[in-house]
Nanobody, 121 residues
């Protein structure tokens, strides 16, 4: 069984920083893209950042220059460094990974349980 577990959320003041982590565990054969998404109250889930297993990254304009995604392939872990946080960054942040379990020949998307990030003064 495969699972993604996030950590690192919390309460931070505007302008502050947080670092999220997400570790994939279980019988994993291979992980392709990993990423972070977020969902604010009353809104749809949106992309925050993605990273390929080769290290290429992608960000929407709303977080570009403030957030940095990285990964440690040896640990099956993806990180999200969030700097200069704004009120509008408040949301539940979800980790995502496109991976193939050892017991399957197919890739599919897996999601973490989510971690709350609240930006408030």
């Amino acid at each position: 069984q495969v699972q993604l577990v996030e950590s690192g959320g919390g309460l931070v003041q505007p302008g502050g920083s947080l670092r999220l982590s997400c570790a994939a565990s279980g019988s994993i054969a291979r992980i392709n893209d990993m990423g972070w998404y977020r969902q604010a109250s009353g809104k749809e889930r949106e992309l925050v950042a993605t990273i390929t297993n080769g290290g290429s990254t992608n960000y929407p304009d709303s977080v570009k220059g403030r957030f940095t995604i990285s990964r440690d392939n040896a640990k099956n872990t993806v990180y999200l460094q969030m700097n200069s946080l704004k009120f509008e960054d408040t949301a539940v942040y979800y980790c995502n990974a496109a991976l193939r379990p050892q017991y399957s020949g197919l890739f599919r998307n897996y999601w973490g349980q989510g971690t709350q990030v609240t930006v408030s003064s």
